[in-house]
Each structure stands twice: as C-alpha cells, then as structure tokens.
C-alpha cells in the first residue's frame, strides 16, 4: 500500500523517490519540495496528516516543514523526530489544488546511497474539518443556546435549547439562511412553531416545524439572530438539557422549502 488513503482525492506529483519497504513498513523518501495534489472539493478549512521523519540529507535532525501553495506558504511546523503531523490549510474554493512539502537546508549526502534523503513520509491524508450546522461560506457563528455537535446512528447534529442564537457578520451575497431543523423533546417531539428574531428583537420569519424539514432564514441585514421553539423548554427523564429541536450537518444539497400559495 503507497502512503496515500485510498480514496481521499490525493494523488502525487514530482519530487518523490519510489516507494520502498524496509521492516514490514512502506514509506517514501523525498529530496524536496515534494508535490502533493488534492481535491478540495468544499470552501472549508481542510487539514494535511503527515507521518514523517528526518532523514540523513537532514542529519536526522529536527527541521521545519513548510506547506506551500503558489510560492506562498499556508502552514509550517517543526518535525523532532518520527510523528504525526496536522497542517491547517486555509479554506479556498473547490479545486484541485498543488501543495509543495519543502525544507530549508538539508542536501547532505546518505552514506552508501547517492540519493539525497532529506526526510521520509510513510502516510499522508487530507481530510476537511468537520462541517458544523451552518454553512461554512456564510461566515456566521453560533452563539449560546446551542449544545455540542454531536454524532447518532450516522448523523451529525446540535440540540438548540432557548434562545438559540446565531451571529452573522459577513454574510456576502446570501440573501438567506438554510437549516435542517427538527422536533426534539423540548417540544415533545411534536409539531412546534419557530419563531426567529433579529438582533432588535423584531421576529423576522416563523415556520410550523412538523418534522424534519429545511426552513428557509431570510437575513435582510441582520447581524444576530434567535430562533426560539414555541412551547419548548421541556425536560426528557435525567438528561438536563433543554432539547427543543436539533439543526443537522449543513449540505451544499439543501434547498429552500417549496413556496405555499397564497390564501383567498
């Protein structure tokens, strides 16, 4: 098996030795400046894992290793011995995009090997961070009245409690804000109304939560905005918390609910 997760939309370019295998590991040796070429294929903050070690073109001693993208560098970190290391790479747009593994110095000659050995990889995996409940091209936050982001039979959610609070600061060109929302026990898990206020406390939309259903936020402006649950604020048997709905994983696949004809 080569150092790359099998499909995790990396693949090498230049500057990699051929992979070798010496005591039942497999790893691949690089001079410099060793190209690695990855799918990002969401505008989030996406993280490089290397497990790497000094070499002899480095005198097997710690150095710096520097991320570099288009000659400018993303992340560095410094490398003691055989680790694990994780680069954040900033967010960009979806692309595939070329990064470069460089060092300062190093170039010293191996013994019996005419090869220069600056360091050796013996795994590498891009991975993107988790995405939260709010789409991460929005730039907004969630404030208090959210509980931790957490993971059920496949899914990826946060329970909102009372006065759920959402701070938009740059919001760019979107107009409005798409949640997967449903009933939680807060609300005995029954139909409830949502009501969402802006940062005047003026309610700028609401929405009959029936069942797991996207609602559509329009922002107009607001910087802050609080999304109670109607009724809610109940207790379940010893959990504490105050489960009124829970908002799902964002996905690039949501769509805004179907308009409703208006009524005579």
């Known amino acids: 098996m080569d150092i790359l997760t099998p499909a995790n939309n990396t693949s090498l370019g230049s500057g990699w030795f051929p992979l070798e295998s010496?005591?039942?590991?497999?790893?691949?040796?690089?001079?410099?400046?060793?190209?690695?070429?990855?799918?990002?294929?969401?505008?989030?903050?996406?993280?490089?894992?290397?497990?790497?070690?000094?070499?002899?073109?480095?005198?097997?001693?710690?150095?710096?290793?520097?991320i570099k993208e288009d000659d400018q560098i993303l992340a560095r970190t410094t490398v003691k011995g055989r680790q694990m290391v994780s680069l954040e790479l900033p967010a960009a747009e979806p692309a595939v995009r070329k990064l470069v593994l460089h060092v300062e110095g190093g170039g010293k000659a191996a013994p019996n090997d005419n090869r220069l050995l600056n360091?050796?990889?013996?795994?590498?995996?891009?991975?993107?961070?988790p995405v939260d409940v709010l789409p991460p091209e929005l730039g907004a936050k969630l404030g208090s009245g959210w509980y931790p982001l957490e993971t059920f039979n496949g899914e990826t959610f946060r329970w909102a409690g009372e006065d759920a609070k959402i701070s938009i600061a740059e919001p760019g060109n979107a107009k409005s804000l798409l949640l997967e929302v449903e009933p939680g026990p807060g609300v005995n898990s029954k139909p409830f109304v949502l009501r969402v206020l802006n940062d005047s406390g003026v309610q700028v939309t609401e929405a009959q939560i029936k069942t797991r259903q996207v609602v559509e936020i329009p922002l107009d402006g607001a910087a802050l905005l609080t999304l109670l649950a109607e009724g809610g604020g109940k207790q379940i048997g010893s959990d504490k918390r105050i489960m009124n709905f829970r908002v799902f994983q964002n996905s690039a696949d949501l769509k805004a609910p179907a308009k409703q004809p208006a009524t005579a």
């Not at 400046?33 to 005198?59: F, M, Q, S």
């Open 119 to 129: 360091f050796r990889v013996f795994k590498l995996t891009f991975v993107h961070a």
């Open 22 to 66: 010496y005591r039942a590991e497999s790893f691949r040796w690089v001079t410099n400046d060793a190209e690695v070429y990855v799918a990002a294929l969401r505008n989030v903050k996406h993280y490089l894992n290397i497990h790497l070690e000094p070499g002899p073109g480095l005198n097997l001693k710690p150095f710096e290793l520097l």
